[in-house]
C-alpha cells in the first residue's frame, strides 16, 4: 500500500493542508532542519547520490519523450531507471537494510509506480491519450517529495 498516494491522491482538502503545511514548513526551514539524518556507509551514500542525480535527469528525459509521442520509450527510460528493473539493478535491496522502514517503503512505491507509469505509457501508444500516462508520472515524483520530505543521508 502506499502510504504516500493514500494520504495525497484521494482526498483534495488534505492536499490543501499539505500544501499550506509545506508553505509554513518553507519558511521554517532557514532555521531549522526536521528531516530525520539516515546514516549511509560512504561509499554508498557518493552512489545512491549519483543513483538520485540520474533519476532527475530520467524525469526530464521521459517528459520529453511524452512531448515527442514516444510514449514507448518513456516507458522504457522509466522502467530500466527508476522501476522494478532499476531496482534489481541498482542494488536497493542492500541499501534499504540501512533506511528506517518508512524510507524504504517510500522508495518501493516510486519503483513500483514508475513500473506503473512504464505500463501506462504503452497503453498511451495504443490509444493516443497521454493524459493516464501523465497522471501515472506524477504517482511517481510524489514518492521523490515524500522521501526527500522526510529524509536525508549522512
Ligand atoms: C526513498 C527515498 C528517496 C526517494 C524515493 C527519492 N530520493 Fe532523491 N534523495 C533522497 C535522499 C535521502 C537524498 C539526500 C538528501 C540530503 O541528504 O539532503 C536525495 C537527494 C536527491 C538529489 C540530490 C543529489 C545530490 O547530488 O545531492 C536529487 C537530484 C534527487 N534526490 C532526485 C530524486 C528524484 C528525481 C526522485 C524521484 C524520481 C528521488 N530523488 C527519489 C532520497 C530519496
Do not use: W
Not at 488534505?14 to 521554517?28: F, L, S
Not at 522509466?78 to 522501476?83: C, D, K, N, P, V
Not at 507509469?117 to 493524459?131: I, K
Amino acid at each position: 500500500m502506499a502510504p504516500v498516494q493514500a494520504e495525497q491522491t484521494h482526498d483534495p482538502s488534505m492536499h490543501m493542508q499539505h500544501m499550506q503545511g509545506m508553505q509554513t514548513m518553507g519558511a521554517e526551514t532557514a532555521a531549522s532542519d526536521t528531516r530525520a539524518i539516515v546514516h549511509f556507509p560512504d561509499q554508498m551514500r557518493i552512489h545512491t547520490l549519483a543513483h538520485m542525480r540520474d533519476h532527475l535527469l530520467a524525469l526530464s528525459e521521459i517528459q520529453e519523450a511524452l512531448a515527442l509521442g514516444k510514449f514507448e520509450k518513456a516507458g522504457e527510460i522509466a522502467e530500466q531507471r527508476l522501476g522494478m528493473t532499476a531496482m534489481k539493478l541498482h542494488g536497493a535491496k542492500e541499501r534499504s537494510q540501512y533506511m528506517p522502514e518508512a524510507m524504504a517503503a517510500i522508495g518501493s512505491e516510486m519503483h513500483r509506480a514508475a513500473s506503473r507509469f512504464a505500463v501506462a505509457a504503452s497503453n498511451a501508444a495504443v490509444v493516443d491519450e497521454v493524459r493516464p500516462a501523465l497522471a501515472a508520472l506524477s504517482d511517481v515524483t510524489r514518492q521523490c517529495v515524500a522521501c526527500h520530505n522526510g529524509f536525508r543521508v549522512q
